[in-house]
């Protein structure tokens, strides 16, 4: 009987750490401030490919997680929710790898890109009628873009998204600009209007929510100390 009660617990802690999901607004400064700025590249109408360079400093919470999608906001100076229609976009695709420090960004997209880049996220994307809203300092992030998992282990993080535009139109979201305090060291970006640029310009950064969970392993480890703990209490 305590035999089963003890595999009864370690499989509902083991569950609880598997399921449990980490948000991590980037910069950490700025999760309950508007930014100083705004950005349409992640909601441009036309195509897009957007670079996002986050140095390690602003992701220990995340170290040893499972990336598994990102938001954005709305800026301060929204005046009603978006979009007022579905809006789909035929392709919105997300790279993540490892990245130069911010601090060393390149406008020619692939020298920004350290080890292998993996597409987490390939196909069209459709944002609902009102999925952002208006009207908080700082407004709600939107739901949740998700993407296959990826392990985070350190180190300076680069996203990149490719998209083809959509037909409704375009909405900023809340940014930091390139004379925000560091801009430049903790975080940059870099832009281009096509969804197959090589080579864009410099780019205010926009605030993002990333969404982690812990690996599987994590779960297990969990498990597994809870049961020892219960064997050295038996």
Known sequence: MRRALSLAVVLAIAASA??????????????DVPGTGTFIGP??????????????????DLVGLSLNGLTWRLPTSATADWPTQDVTYA????YLSQSVAPEFRSLTFANNV????????????????GAYTFGNSPNEFGPTIPFSEWLYSGGHLLIEIRHVGNSFGSRNVDALTTSTAGYGTLFSGAWASSATATTGSQGNFSITRLSAVPEPATAIL????????????A
């Open 91 to 94: 392709s919105y695709d997300i």
């Open 18 to 31: 598997f399921a449990g999901t980490v948000n991590a607004v980037i910069p950490p400064a700025y999760k």
């Open 114 to 129: 350290v080890g292998p880049q993996t597409l987490v996220r390939s196909g069209p994307l459709t944002v609902n009628t």
């Open 222 to 233: 969990a498990g597994a100390l809870a049961l020892l703990a219960l064997r050295r209490r």
């Open 43 to 60: 909601h441009a109408v036309g195509p897009r490919t957007y670079q996002l360079l986050i140095h390690e400093s602003l992701l220990t």
